[in-house]
């Protein structure tokens, strides 16, 4: 689930947000398309207009992760999808502060998932002139699908190495490989709506994902058990995660041509279907 190391939780004291979050107004997109205001983009709709301001500084309770690293260690013994849901549920309502505060963390997630989106959408209808240039520079170069995938997260996600945007290029990435996987023969710069809609829906899933092995990953590490079912589980996390955005994605059809929109909208009812 990404490469993101697991966290020991936050010390006594500490707020809801880490301290390597980027600050409002930070953006991981070098793609400059059509942009919304910093303080529409800081507002993740379906979320009070405060909450961006409530979770400043907000001191989060003492093992706030506790409950859900319990729930995650039941689940790897007993491989209960109860068990894990009850993890996700306590990491984003306890560990979290609530759905709206953790999309509000989360924010780069639903940037950088939008820009990409924004940026497949604008090489496919040739609306923006330096897209084109690019498209039509790395058509020359006839790159393999994996390279061409490195080359167009590279070019929607800065390269300033913060964790966020680590974090994001490599799930970005791995969202192009699994559009190439479920459609071999797809060209990445002509993609229709749905098939956007997918990589950002992927995105943000594998996201979620490296969220869970970062914040309960210790899970994994204090645990004697068989790496290969520690792998499975893992890998069931991931298909349960995706079926869960899935479902969400699916409800947001009316926005598939406005990727932002589309990037928060999911991210903030995915979180709020895990916090249920």
């Keep these: 689930m990404g490469t993101s190391t697991s966290s020991s939780g936050g010390r006594s004291g500490s707020p809801f947000d880490p301290e390597w979050l980027a600050p409002d107004g930070a953006t991981p997109s070098n793609f400059d398309g059509e942009t ?6 800081d ?20 093992r706030r992760f506790g409950p859900a690293r319990s729930q995650l260690g039941s689940y790897l013994r007993n491989g209960s999808r109860d068990n894990l849901r009850g993890a996700t549920r306590s990491m984003v309502s306890k560990g979290m502060g609530g759905a709206s505060r953790a999309a509000t963390t989360m924010r780069s997630t639903a940037r950088g998932a939008g820009a990409l989106g924004q940026f497949l959408a604008a090489a496919r ?4 002139p330096q897209v084109t240039d690019w498209v039509a520079r790395c058509r020359a170069a006839n790159l393999s699908a994996s390279d061409l ?7 929607v996600i800065s390269g300033s190495g ?3 945007e680590e ?13 190439y996987e479920s459609h071999p023969d797809v060209d990445i710069f002509d993609l229709t709506d749905a098939q956007i809609a997918e990589v950002i829906g992927m995105t943000i899933a594998k996201q979620i994902c490296q ?7 210790q899970t994994y590490e204090k645990l004697k058990h068989d790496p290969a079912q520690i792998q499975e589980r893992r890998t ?3 298909e349960w995660v995706w079926a869960e955005v899935r479902v969400t994605l699916e409800e947001k059809k009316a926005s598939y041509a406005d990727p932002k929109s589309l990037a928060q909208s999911v991210l903030q009812s995915a979180l709020q279907v895990f916090a249920e």
Excluded at 51 to 56: H, K, R, V
Excluded at 125 to 128: N, V, W
Excluded at 167 to 179: E, K, W
Aim: no cysteine.
């Design 211 to 217: 969220l869970i092995d970062m914040q309960l990953g």
């Design 125 to 128: 209808d040739g609306t923006d």
């Design 149 to 155: 995938a490195l080359e167009v997260l590279k070019e």
């Design 162 to 164: 913060s964790i966020d």
């Design 36 to 41: 919304q205001s910093d303080s529409e983009q």
């Design 236 to 238: 069931d996390i991931r």
């Design 43 to 62: 507002h993740v709709e379906g979320a009070p207009a405060s909450d961006s301001q409530a979770g400043e500084n907000v001191i989060a309770p003492d």
């Design 167 to 179: 974090s994001l290029r490599d799930s970005g990435t791995d969202a192009l490989a699994n559009l």
